[in-house]
């Protein structure tokens, strides 16, 4: 490692660099994504440098663990050699199998093959798995190529030349412009312009102005942002940069939530090695610009994802928001002009440098340009990171990405959008992702977690399931928030438990409105979106509920009971002997039954029968 | 160096000292915008989001609380339109219907028009507006108390619970505590609450109140500036 | 108490802002933030002690009584709950007779439930001392934790 010095040196090296990418090796890349870790890749990735070093074939075969790919269901996941064979679900026990096909010019291994459950037939390139086929990747794409821990890799693709551009070529303004020009919206939630946001900091009176990346993702669902920064996080350092030059900031920092602690690691080191590269730091590439990056975690509290609060966080206090009749970039971290923006927009700043901002306004609807990251997941087949080009319709992520519902159950709903959102029937599943759409219909793109629901989702228990969560991230100092959210609460869990009266609904429309106008941050501003939304699009649940004391769903668990069908029955005693209460009798060989007054509904049984005799009613 | 700005309150323009709220204004001309979190000398807070106005900036209506909004020259606000009027007495009924043993708030419940609480009562002995914190720390500089945890299980208490020497037992904390002062008729039995509303008489119905200030009895209740001066 | 805190306080002090990276470091040391360490941590870093207190309060990842031997992270992000997580929440608090973010009087287990891991295709997803379980289902979580409870028995009689 050395100190770059300026543009040229910077492009000498990266030609150097992708030289030595191409050294007619086997490639053999494993997915070091979220999902995939879960599944234990890294225990893969030992065993094949294990078995590579056994072999003496270091000469043969090259390995590397990349960024996230996206296709979490069906990790870990291995592509091997130029064409890209796509093997899934790979484990250990693979690898010296794996390895003798490399190594001996071709072959494919049939049981690690993607089967396409809409043809049943298997598929052998990554380009032809339909999951990444309906898909635009762009940085989910830079993911598969680079390992997060090698800044040589970012380089070699390209890497910083967008800010080489930059510092050699293009005032402050003209960044600013180009910004604004390409349409980049926030993609963090609330989709404001970045480069008006960029214009306002620069303009802001102050010498000292801060640029700060939130990764403080606490949308329960969704993990894009966790993909971008673990699996290439010089993308974003190198987004962070410009906008600093931009802006004229000469620190920055990174707020990483603290249940992303391999996040924090990878951000960590990237940031020591931009240093070590003189990316980060004095004089950059010889242009006299300063600027340098400080990691910093959160400490587990979702509200300190809302910009005033991150800020407020960062000086080491509790995260309580502030209201912003004074905008952050006008007085924000320390009181001096801050700009915040999301890790994925962070990200996206350098490809548009580099190609343009009309290249990036080409792609997506008129108003939502470029393309957005969704964590799918829920009751679909397919479940991951997508990244998609606003305008792609909610069916296609769902049916052509999402490959469809799970054991054929019918999908009823998608949420997006996270606490904050809302809830879509799947009658409108043709309308596009786009901001000012969404948002119209009483949902939002939000971050970009997209959950799909099928039959099995009672749509009250989500609004329920997501009003629990604010009730306990709320910071609580305003009372719309607090006292309206646990009123909310109130009366949307009575309703779970057969109690609601139809005079429920009017009031929690009047309270949701009323929590949205007089709350003092996003937090409370958004929390009764996803009641409001469930009670405009699923009204007929609500009705169950209240005036038939019946849960459609089968999910609440004061209007459900458990029954044993004689039918099906056989006496094996399997559930007895599971049942925590001692709610099952029956002797050996005679029809089993439940005694609903022990019974809590705890579903251990529903798993041990071998026979699928235990129903919900 | 001008060391004014003209604003506009419902349609009248007042005068306030630069650096002012936009309460601070209004209270200085005797337009009523019901306040309860708020002490004047006292950092403010907006945690009761009762005097929240309309803002209006280009044509677009932003609602914010009126003792956190700094006055600027040309503002124009609307503290008593029908939209404000009906946020304020939804949150009202929020606060009578969590803490109703308290003199104050059922003033301000009244005085904010709420008629019905649709709510089963709850009986808590604080609805955090911050006073006791606030005094603490701002005047006698103490930080003996102060919020702890989030969202419902927020409270005022003590660091560890526990009264720490460097508290001044100035009792400033407890005079100012809006669940001092009991109903008028007495302290409410918990499984007894009720909403009072016996001030109604002698103020004006809401829908007739110019906001404009009538010194009701009901300021006493919660120390409504007005009334000391 | 300062003799431990020292190589944590140390480049730290009378620099407020960084009073939750101490925080993190403290609590990944000892398990836990005791009152000791919070007086001397108010001193050392100049901040008044109300607000130590309160930032310990505030955040999910601190806390004053020290964590369990073992810690089970129960995922309740929206993923994890249409696949049925709040069932095996209500389990594991029923099995171990323990409140939410509690720990286990006898110091063994402490159940926390948090939202969203950030691996929401193998939900439901339940983590034990960082390793990560998914498709959990409640049988599953009943063998998991009553393996669990024979291995601190036997590690207790040994």
């Known amino acids: ?617 | ?229 | 108490m300062l003799t431990t805190l020292a190589p944590i306080l140390e480049g730290r002090r009378s620099q407020p802002h960084l009073l939750i990276e101490v925080l993190h470091d403290i609590q990944k040391d000892f398990g836990g933030i005791s009152p000791d360490a919070i007086k001397a941590v108010s001193t050392e870093l100049g901040v008044p002690l109300m607000e130590v207190y309160r930032v310990v309060k505030f955040y999910k990842a601190f806390t004053i009584v020290p964590k369990g031997k073992n810690v089970l992270t129960l995922c309740m992000g929206t993923a994890c709950h249409v696949r049925g997580s709040n069932p095996l929440l209500e389990l594991a608090l029923e099995l171990l007779d323990v409140q939410s973010g509690e720990t286990t009087p006898d110091g063994l287990f402490t159940v926390e439930a948090v939202n969203c891991v950030g691996a929401c295709a193998l939900a439901p997803v339940v983590i034990h001392n960082g390793i990560y379980y998914p498709h959990m289902t409640p049988a599953k979580l009943q063998d998991l934790i009553k393996q669990l409870q024979e291995e601190s028995q036997e590690a207790k009689d040994a």
Not at chain 1, 497 to 513: A, W, Y
């Open chain 2, 1 to 229: 160096m001008n060391q004014y700005v003209t604003l506009t309150i419902d349609g009248s323009k007042v005068s306030t000292p630069k650096g002012s709220s936009v309460l601070d204004a209004a209270l200085r001309y005797g337009i009523c915008i019901p306040h309860l979190c708020y002490l004047p000398t006292i950092s403010e807070s907006g945690a009761c989001r009762i005097c929240i106005v309309e803002n209006i900036v280009n044509g677009e209506s932003i609602i914010t609380s009126s003792c956190t909004l700094v006055a600027k020259e040309g503002m124009v606000i609307r503290a008593n339109s029908e939209k404000i009027r009906k946020l304020r007495k939804n949150i009202a009924e929020l606060l009578v219907a969590q803490a109703p043993n308290s003199r104050a708030i059922q003033d301000i419940a009244v005085k904010c028009g709420v008629r019905e609480v649709r709510y089963p009562f709850r009986h808590d002995d604080c609805i955090l507006c911050g006073r006791c914190v606030r005094v603490c720390q701002d005047l006698y500089q103490a930080r003996a108390i102060g919020f702890i945890g989030r969202g419902s299980q927020r409270y005022v208490g003590f660091p560890f619970d526990e009264r720490p020497d460097f508290c001044k037992r100035c009792w400033a904390c407890i005079d100012l505590c809006l669940m001092k002062e009991t109903p008028c008729d007495g302290p409410m039995e918990i499984g007894q609450e009720y909403l009072c509303g016996k001030c109604e008489s002698t103020t004006m119905a809401p829908q007739f109140d110019s906001g404009d200030c009538i010194r009701c009895e009901m300021g006493k209740g919660f120390g409504c500036t007005r009334h000391n001066m």
């Open chain 1, 1 to 617: 490692m050395h100190r770059i010095t300026s543009p040229e040196n910077l492009e000498s090296v990266s030609r150097r660099l992708a030289a030595e990418r191409d050294d007619g090796k086997v490639l053999l890349t494993v997915c070091g994504g979220p999902g995939c870790q879960a599944s234990r890749c890294h225990d893969v990735a030992s065993e094949v440098r294990k078995q590579v070093k056994d072999r003496e074939i270091e000469g043969k075969v090259r390995l590397r663990v990349t960024g996230c790919h996206g296709f979490c269901e069906q990790g870990p996941i291995m592509l091997v050699g130029p064409e890209k064979i796509f093997y899934c679900h790979v484990k250990p026990e693979d690898v010296g199998e794996i390895l003798h096909h490399s190594v001996n010019g071709g072959g494919v291994i049939e049981r690690l093959l993607y089967t396409d459950p809409s043809t049943g037939k298997t598929v052998i390139h990554e380009a032809d798995v339909p999951f990444y086929q309906a898909q635009t990747p762009d940085l989910l794409l830079q993911n598969r190529q680079v390992d997060p821990l090698s800044i040589e890799d970012y380089l070699a693709i390209g890497g910083y030349s967008a800010l080489a551009k930059v510092l050699s070529d293009m005032e402050p303004e003209k960044v600013i412009q180009e910004v604004t020009a390409s349409g980049l919206r926030g993609l963090g939630g609330a989709g404001f312009p970045t480069g008006r946001k960029w214009a306002a900091c620069r303009a802001a009176y102050g010498e000292e102005k801060y640029v700060v990346c939130n990764a403080d993702e606490g949308d329960p669902g969704a993990f894009m942002d966790r993909g971008i920064l673990e699996g290439n996080p010089h993308a974003v350092i190198e987004g962070m940069i410009i906008g600093a030059w931009a802006i004229g900031a000469r620190e920055g920092y990174i707020y990483v939530r603290n249940e992303y602690p391999i996040a924090v690691e990878h951000a960590r080191i990237a940031v020591n090695q931009a240093r070590e590269y003189g990316l980060l730091g004095d004089n950059l590439l010889g242009s006299g610009m300063e600027f340098d990056i400080q990691i910093s975690r959160g400490a587990g509290a979702f509200v300190c994802g809302e910009s005033t609060a991150l800020m407020v966080s960062l000086e080491g206090k509790t995260g309580e928001p502030r209201p912003k009749d004074v905008e952050p970039v006008e007085r924000g971290l320390w009181n001096k002009p801050t700009t915040v923006n999301n890790v994925e927009t962070w990200a996206n700043v350098p490809s548009i440098i580099k190609n343009g901002a009309s290249w990036f306004g080409g792609i997506g609807t008129e108003k939502s340009k470029g393309t957005k990251i969704l964590a799918l997941t829920g009751q679909v087949r397919n479940t991951g990171l997508v990244e998609v080009a606003f305008g792609t319709t909610i069916r296609t992520i769902v049916e052509d990405i999402g490959g469809g519902g799970l054991d054929g159950k019918k999908i009823k709903a998608v949420q997006t959008g996270g606490p904050s959102g809302g809830c879509l029937p799947e009658s409108m599943f043709d309308l596009p992702i786009d901001f000012d759409v969404l948002q119209e219909k009483g949902s939002m793109v939000g971050s970009g977690g997209l959950v799909v629901m099928d039959e099995d989702a009672c749509m009250v228990d989500v609004a329920k399931y997501f009003l629990e969560f604010l009730q306990d991230e709320s910071c609580g100092k305003c009372v719309p928030c607090r006292m309206g959210v646990s009123r909310l609460l109130e009366i949307v869990t009575a309703i779970t438990e057969g109690k609601g009266k139809p005079e429920h609904i009017p009031l929690l429309k009047d309270l949701g409105e009323t929590v949205t106008e007089a709350s003092l941050c996003g937090l409370g501003k958004t929390a009764p979106n996803p009641v409001l939304s469930t009670l405009n699009y699923f009204m007929n649940e609500y009705e169950a509920h209240i005036n038939e004391k019946r849960c459609p769903a089968g999910v609440c668990k004061a209007l459900i009971h458990y029954y044993i069908d004689p039918e099906k029955c056989d006496g094996c005693m399997a559930c007895l002997n599971v049942c925590p209460n001692g709610a099952i009798y029956g002797e050996k060989k005679q029809v089993h039954t439940i005694d609903t007054q022990l019974c809590d509904k705890c579903g251990i049984c529903l798993t041990a029968c071998g026979r699928g005799a235990i129903a919900v009613q």
